[in-house]
Every structure is written in C-alpha cells, then in structure tokens.
C-alpha cells in the first residue's frame, strides 16, 4: 500500500511538455523538425529563430513564428497552450514527477474541477487521492482498521465473526473513483467522490 504521497517506481511516468515548431516551416514545407520542452524548463514561447537554430533547417524572411505543435504526458483531453502553460508548470511542480500519473488519470476518469486556464485543480486532486494499492478491497480493509470499524466489538461478538465484509466493501465503493494503474506491479489509484 502507498499513502498519498507515494507510488510504485515503475509507474510509467512522463513530465509533460510540448512540441514547438516553426508554423511556416510546417503548414508550407512540411518540415516537421521542432524542440521538446519540459514544462520544467519552460521559460517563454520561442521565436522562429530560435526553433530554427535548435533543428538545423534554415530559416527563411517568411519563418516568423513558432507554434506549440503538440502537448506530451498531459491528461487526455488537455493540451498546453501558450496562455496556459505556466499553469501547466504550477501544477506539474506542485504535484511533482511521482504523482503525475495519478493526477493524469484522476484528470481523466473523474469529475474534475478546472481552474481558469483548463488545467485540473491541484488542490482537489490532494483532497481526494488515497493512494495507489494492490486493491480497492485492500484499500477498504485498511480504512476499517483506519477508522476503528470494530474497535469497540468484542472479538468473540457475532457482529464481528459474521460481519458481511464483501457486502460492506461493495458499498463503500460508491464513494470512490477506481482506477487501473499504468504500473508494472497492477493496482489501482483511488479516489474520494465528493
């Protein structure tokens, strides 16, 4: 089990980032040649020039202005734009390389809350990640303990050695999200309903 903070290594994991190219260079010649930036290494949109002098192409007096071509390990459904990529930046920085699958997958399955520039709300995705486990049934059975479900029982009570779990368990799970894990070791991320 993984706490909020946590998740297994080998959880394919990408930092976002985009594809910037010169517009003239693609929409006229077809040259598809550009840089990858991270949105950690993203400073301010480049010029022409600079695209240019990154690929090699030379540049010609109608080359005067590079695009973001293509958004990288974003949820899908999002894109990075120049009006939005510092929000990108904010938000990869706050939930940081070993979330960022999580927070991907909590962008797309869930019912998300957007800040201004369309970029899923950090401090949601906080309130309401509980994890990456093996299981939800795993999940549930920690919580029970969590929680004190039957501290108050006595171990020989009936409540106790009859108690439903499976039952108990299936209905907890309506107030969750469950998801699959791109990780090698399977599992699940979850996720409060609010």
């Known amino acids: ?102 927070f991907c997958r909590w962008a797309e399955d869930g019912v998300v809350v957007e800040d201004m520039d369309n970029v899923p709300d950090v401090a949601t995705f906080e309130e309401q990640f509980c994890g990456w486990w093996p299981s939800f049934y795993e999940y549930a059975m920690h919580f029970a303990e969590d929680t004190g479900l039957m501290e108050d029982t006595d171990p020989g009570s009936p409540l106790r050695i009859y108690f439903d779990w499976d039952s108990w368990v299936s209905d907890l799970s309506y107030d969750y999200t469950v998801t699959t894990t791109d990780a090698r070791e399977g599992g699940v991320f979850i996720y409060r309903n609010f």
């Open 1 to 102: 089990m993984f706490t909020q903070r946590e998740a297994p290594d080998t959880v394919l994991e990408r930092e976002p980032g985009v594809l910037v190219m010169c517009e003239r260079c693609y929409t006229i010649d077809g040259i598809d040649k550009g840089k990858f930036i991270k949105v950690s290494e993203w400073e301010e949109m480049p010029t022409a020039k600079e695209v240019h002098e990154w690929n090699g192409y030379p540049m010609s007096n109608k080359c005067d202005t590079a695009i973001i071509f293509r958004s990288y390990g974003l949820p899908e459904g999002y894109e990075i734009e120049p009006g939005n990529v510092e929000a990108w930046t904010g938000a990869y920085d706050q939930i940081g390389y070993t979330l960022w699958p999580a």
